[in-house]
């Protein structure tokens, strides 16, 4: 058996590794399969998507899994069962960056099952997947029959030393001021998301020019690959059934009274059942017995009856939903110390969107464990964000986060990571929970600046606050006519062409989040995007400062404290004990949570407690186990033995000294019998340390000198 292997090879310059796009060998049942191979690294790619679509549907049901084989690296994984379980965090986010650059390039009336899946079978420890993942996805699907307007590709694009650099190193990434995951097809950007460190709107549209030549380049090799494989006719599919006699009806019917609605500037639920009314009273001439098709296409024909409606509003007029213009913000309501016993709260309402964020100082003992196969290590900085059914008022079960729930959350930790002290500034570990109570239109921008703002109540030292907003875009291919909008609603995401998070401090841009529905941006267009959004995002600090300006000076009296301390790499197994017993027992009487760890040779130690006297009491069981013993000191020592030439006294933890039976006293001691018990303190005072580390100590020399007898005073009487 011969395997008929394709290849291509794309060259990437800069010292990398060539990347390798092969199909034809493994996976030859899916109806698109590609290894792609860099170095070490090789990631299996394959679709699979249905021949036909299920009844009345009426959008695409793409799944994206990408999963790491712990093999890949190396590594067993952890937990009871040792094999992968459900997605980590990580691979959820990589999942999310490829559906969210393929998506759009479905046609819009394909509507069948389709799964992609991408796995890492090996992997190359300075070679990062994720910025793979989506061409080798893309190239899955153009080896296919699978209608697709791609291909796409997507990578990581950063600014090192001052020079852009795409799909740099993991340990390079170290000193990035910034990273951004971008994916395109050969003409549109698609998708961008990432972090920076205060940069300029101009930096960050130059960077993603860059990643773009990069992105061609590689969807040229896939269309390579592709007329290897020999040019397959994509697939027929007619998934949405049409009528235009209902579709002129139903324009006919509720354009009009959906246009006067949505220039009402009502609110968002009182809009919805406005709709929903124009739709009944219209169905309700079509009668009863309709066929499954009608059933279908009346619900689809005013749904787009709507998204005309809106875009017309916002594009004739310059109204949009809730009467405001396309730059203004909604009315910002803040307020910190809002949860009393919390160590740190916010409420961040903007229009009908609020999130109550609370903040919480941990010790190094509640870090996360990251344990991935290509990632593992430990955490100190977590956010998590949750959105309950009742923040749109609807009844829906609590399964626990989403993949959404995961993206957000990351899009606002990210964010906020970029003012966070650092090193001996922020010894504790950070949780910051967002919980949603309202949502009209991007909570995860209301994460940010609530995060922000409960960091500042906590006493962390931020570096500066940040805020963020959500900008949408609307656009007429037809006119040539478009809209950017200010802080978007959740029916103009819905309805529109972009949804663009932008978050950032006074000085520039730290985190974003792109995704267009649509083929074409205009460079111009993003940089007026741009330009807007910090308009607004400097109109939301301004907002916020009313509230708070600056981190709280001190934590709140009953947060937890931290002491951080440095001691000699030779006294960590002193402070730790045999079997961990000296620190165990240090941590149950002082009530006080010790860590220790050794950092570049020394050790750093953490104590942590809630109440001053712990934290006093185990610093100084700690100084005196790594304090050294200095000649012509004075110490309280405590008797551990006592021999027949005199005892030893313990003056530090664990430092014992020879007490001679000669130094205990002036007058001569014939036995050590009844002078001492163990258990005595007796206060001694250092004379030696010999060449061994033997401390020779004395107490007669603290006591007073007795005066010689004088031998004339003896003498008898003649």
């Given at each position: 058996m011969i395997y008929n292997e394709k290849k291509v090879t794309i060259e990437m310059g800069g010292g990398q590794a060539p990347i390798e796009l092969s199909t034809g060998k493994l996976a030859k049942q899916a109806d698109g399969s590609v290894v792609l191979k860099q170095g070490a690294t090789m990631l299996?790619?394959?679709?699979?998507?249905?021949?036909?679509?299920?009844?009345?549907?009426?959008?695409l049901p793409l799944s994206v899994d990408y999963q790491e084989k712990y093999a890949a690296t190396g590594r067993i994984p952890g937990g009871f069962l040792r094999r992968e379980a459900r997605l980590s965090d990580y691979e959820v986010l990589i999942s999310r960056l490829i559906d969210r650059a393929l998506r759009p390039l479905f046609p819009e009336t394909y509507h069948a099952d389709t799964q992609v899946m991408v796995s890492l079978i090996s992997a190359d420890k300075d070679i990062m997947p994720d910025a793979l993942a989506g061409l080798a996805a893309s190239a899955a699907i153009a080896v296919s029959d699978i209608p697709f307007n791609g291909p796409i590709s997507e990578v990581r694009v950063a600014?090192?030393?001052?020079?852009?650099?795409?799909?740099?190193?993991?340990?390079?990434?170290?000193?990035?001021?910034?990273?951004?995951?971008?994916?395109?097809?050969?003409?549109?950007?698609?998708?961008?998301?990432?972090?920076?460190?205060?940069i300029s709107e101009n930096e960050m549209v130059e960077a993603i020019a860059f990643a773009h030549e990069a992105i061609k380049k590689q969807v040229a090799a896939q269309l390579e690959l592709a007329s290897l494989v020999g040019?397959?006719?994509?697939?027929?599919?007619?998934?949405?059934?049409?009528?235009?006699?209902?579709?002129?009806?139903?324009?006919?019917?509720?354009?009009?009274?959906?246009?006067?609605v949505a220039k009402s500037g009502s609110s968002k639920h009182e809009r919805t059942e406005k709709f929903a009314e124009i739709g009944e009273e219209f169905f309700a001439t079509l009668g009863?017995?309709?066929?499954?098709?009608t059933e279908f296409l009346k619900k689809k024909y005013f749904h787009d009856v709507q998204y005309d409606a809106v875009r017309n509003l916002v594009l004739n007029e310059g109204i949009r939903l809730d009467g405001r213009d396309v730059r203004t913000v909604r009315p910002i309501l803040t307020e910190v110390d809002f949860l009393p016993a919390a160590h740190g709260s916010a409420v961040f309402t903007r229009g009908e969107t609020q999130s109550l964020t609370s903040v919480t100082l941990g010790a190094k003992d509640d870090e996360q464990m990251i344990d991935g196969a290509f990632i593992h290590g430990y955490n100190k900085f977590l956010l998590h964000y949750n959105f309950p059914g009742f923040s749109t008022g609807e009844v829906r079960p609590n399964r626990g986060p989403g993949r959404r729930e995961v993206g957000h959350g990351n899009l606002a930790m990210r964010s906020l990571k970029q003012v966070l002290p650092s090193g001996e500034d922020n010894p504790y570990t950070i949780r910051v929970v967002s919980d949603i109570l309202e949502s009209n239109g991007s909570s995860s921008m209301a994460t940010v600046c609530a995060g922000t703002l409960a960091l500042m109540d906590a006493g962390v030292k931020i570096s500066a606050p940040v805020s963020g907003i959500a900008m949408g875009l609307i656009t007429d291919e037809k006119t040539g006519k478009y809209a950017i909008l200010s802080d978007i609603l959740g029916d103009e995401d819905h309805l529109g062409d972009m949804d663009f998070k932008v978050t950032g401090t006074e000085k520039g841009i730290v985190g974003c989040q792109m995704d267009l529905k649509i083929n074409g941006l205009k460079w111009e267009v993003l940089t007026q995007a741009l330009d807007q959004a910090k308009e607004a995002r400097l109109h939301i600090l301004g907002e916020m400062a009313k509230t708070i300006t600056a981190p709280r000076e001190d934590y709140k009296p009953h947060a937890p404290r931290i002491i951080q301390m440095t001691i000699d790499k030779e006294f960590i197994g002193a402070v730790i004990g045999p079997g961990g017993k000296i620190i165990q027992e240090m941590q149950r009487e002082t009530g006080a949570t010790i860590s220790i760890e050794e950092v570049d040779n020394q050790g750093i130690v953490q104590i942590f407690a809630d109440?001053?006297?712990?934290?006093?009491?185990?610093?100084?069981?700690?100084?005196?186990?790594?304090?050294?013993?200095?000649?012509?000191?004075?110490?309280?020592g405590k008797v551990r033995s006592i021999m027949p030439f005199g005892a030893f006294v313990e003056i530090m933890p664990g430092k014992d000294g020879l007490l001679h039976i000669s130094e205990i006293d002036w007058k001569r001691l014939e036995t050590m019998d009844g002078v001492f018990k163990e258990g005595d303190i007796v206060t001694v005072k250092l004379l030696d340390i010999d060449k061994q580390g033997k401390m020779k100590l004395s107490r007669k020399a603290l006591l007073p000198r007795p005066p010689k007898e004088n031998p004339k005073e003896n003498k008898p009487e003649a």
């Open positions: 299996l790619a394959t679709v699979v998507s249905s021949k036909e679509a299920k009844a009345g549907v009426d959008f600014k090192i030393d001052g020079q852009l650099v795409i799909n740099p190193t993991m340990s390079a990434l170290a000193n990035a001021s910034l990273e951004f995951i971008v994916a395109g097809s050969a003409q549109d950007i698609v998708m961008v998301e990432g972090e920076a460190k205060e040019a397959q006719t994509k697939r027929e599919f007619n998934h949405e059934p049409e009528n235009q006699e209902l579709k002129d009806a139903v324009y006919a019917a509720t354009y009009d009274k959906v246009y006067a009863e017995d309709l066929d499954d098709d109440n001053k006297d712990s934290i006093d009491a185990a610093t100084a069981r700690i100084k005196a186990i790594v304090a050294r013993p200095e000649i012509g000191e004075i110490y309280e």
